[in-house]
């Protein structure tokens, strides 16, 4: 979720009891059964008066249950339809599946894509199967932006008045462990520019590896990222940079020239050497654009 340049002190427009409703509603986390209103003031930070009078009126709008007998609520089916209105939206998450699948399949790897919420990435797509045993996560989960290979890789495609700020949320959100993560993100944009692709090799889970991909549109919305990822043991350094990352790279932007309605890259090439062929013009060895 991007934010804007203003602060919600001085800006006008912004209605701040909404605000406090929604970070109600974001209090509860894939893994939550219940929570009371105690639990959710420590969570947002908002004061307990003020949370039981906004879980209140999020009960009677629908987005809550109460569950008297435990003093606690649990999130209503009316949250859970606009998360699955937003998914059926992101259109990206749709086409890119039989891609996914594939990529599933001639790696072993579980591969994913997410949007950005804050520090966070938020996977709407996943695909993976039983080799990939040590990566348990699913459409939902949360992922940091800092330390995945996901996250670096969005990173790496903001604009950079866009990253800048970013880059300063995450130090005041990290402090002492800030710096450490920056030379992550540092070397990811190293790997970004050189190969195309951003790599966190035990940095957020000990025993996972994964490469990242961004994908960009001309809609105004996104970035988005890819990942592809499996246990340290089944995708070693070596080949996250040879194999997976290019692997990775000639998807993502085989779905941006699906999504752009234009020929992949591989057919482009095809097609020019066919071209090439026909005008009796050796074809030559053709290095593919996406892993430059």
Not at 178 to 196: H, L, N, Q
């Amino acid at each position: 979720m991007k934010r804007t340049g203003k602060k919600p002190a001085t800006d006008r427009n912004f209605v701040v009891a909404l605000s406090r409703g929604l970070e109600v509603l974001r209090a509860f986390q894939p893994n939550d059964g219940l929570l009371g209103n105690q639990e959710i003031a420590a969570r947002t930070n908002l004061p307990k008066p003020t949370v039981s009078r906004l879980t209140y009126t999020l009960t009677k709008l629908g987005y809550l249950t109460p569950v008297p007998r435990f003093e606690k609520y649990r999130l209503a089916p009316a949250v859970m339809a606009l998360g699955y209105a937003a998914l059926a939206n992101l259109g990206v998450g749709r086409l890119s599946e039989p891609y996914r699948e594939e990529l599933m399949r001639q790696t072993g790897g579980a591969c994913a894509v997410g949007g950005r919420d804050r520090h966070s990435m938020i996977y709407f797509g996943q695909s993976r199967s039983e080799l990939t045993v040590g990566v348990q996560l699913d459409v939902g989960s949360r992922i940091p932006i800092a330390t995945t290979a996901m996250g670096r890789a969005y990173i790496w495609a903001l604009a950079d008045e866009e990253r800048a700020a970013l880059l300063r949320e995450l130090r005041e959100h990290y402090g002492s462990r800030w710096p450490k993560m920056r030379d992550g993100i540092e070397r990811s944009g190293e790997t970004v520019a050189k190969y195309g692709f951003a790599m966190s090799a035990g940095e957020w889970q000990d025993d996972v590896h994964a490469v990242g991909v961004a994908l960009k549109l001309n809609d105004g919305t996104g970035p988005y990222a890819f990942n592809c990822g499996a246990p340290a043991f089944r995708f070693t350094e070596e080949r996250l940079r040879n194999d997976i990352g290019p692997r990775l790279v000639a998807m993502v932007r085989n779905i941006e020239a699906a999504l752009g309605g234009i020929a992949p890259p591989e057919a482009q090439s095809r097609k020019q050497q066919k071209q090439q062929n026909k005008n009796g013009k050796p074809g030559g060895k053709v290095v593919a654009e996406e892993i430059r």
